[in-house]
């Protein structure tokens, strides 16, 4: 038996109201809330959301020893998709969603890639798929890198590390040889940003 919630709100910001929600799935990681919905000119229609908790992006600055600017980036197997991918050290700590961004973001800096950063810049927030889901990013630059042991969780062992210069990450971008949105979009803001 389906469990659909009434709800009797009034219109949000944008002018939809909720007829009824429920639960579609869920696990540790994800939630799929399911609602039927009013739309602004008055025509009813069904919302799929999906329900994930914050994570955290980190690109990693160091420098040569000639002073030319490097980032750290993670190679790592995605099984939705079949493929390797380049991207920023990023995640999120589903076992403590009271934990702050800052904390999340050194604690996943140094879990894939082992540096430490002395400097955590939070250069703004992201959100990934906003059409269809609630997640939320914060994108961080991690400076006065000091290097260290890894500590991957299970699904992260086949993860690779790899420091390149700056000039290097944004021929890889060019040529679209990174493709992660979330990497892009941090990168984009913090080089918008004049931070590297």
Known sequence: ??????????????????????????????????????????????????ERGQFVVILPLGRTDDGKPTVTLVNQYRYPIGKRLWELPMGMWESRPDASPAD???????????????????????????????????????????????NREDTEQDMTCHTLLLEDVEEMIRKNEITCMVSLAAFGMLRAQNLI
């Open 1 to 50: 038996m389906e469990l659909r919630v009434m709800t009797t709100s009034f219109p949000d910001a944008g002018g939809y109201l909720v007829l009824s929600s429920r639960i579609a799935y869920e696990n540790p990681w994800t939630r799929v809330r399911e609602d039927i919905i009013r739309r602004p000119n008055g025509k009813d229609g069904l919302y799929g959301v999906v």
């Open 104 to 150: 999340v973001a050194a604690g996943e800096l140094r879990e894939e890639t082992g540096l430490i950063a002395r400097t955590m810049h939070h250069a703004g927030e992201v959100y990934q798929g906003a059409g269809y889901s609630t997640q939320k990013g914060h994108v961080y630059l991690a400076t006065d890198l000091t290097p260290g042991p890894t």
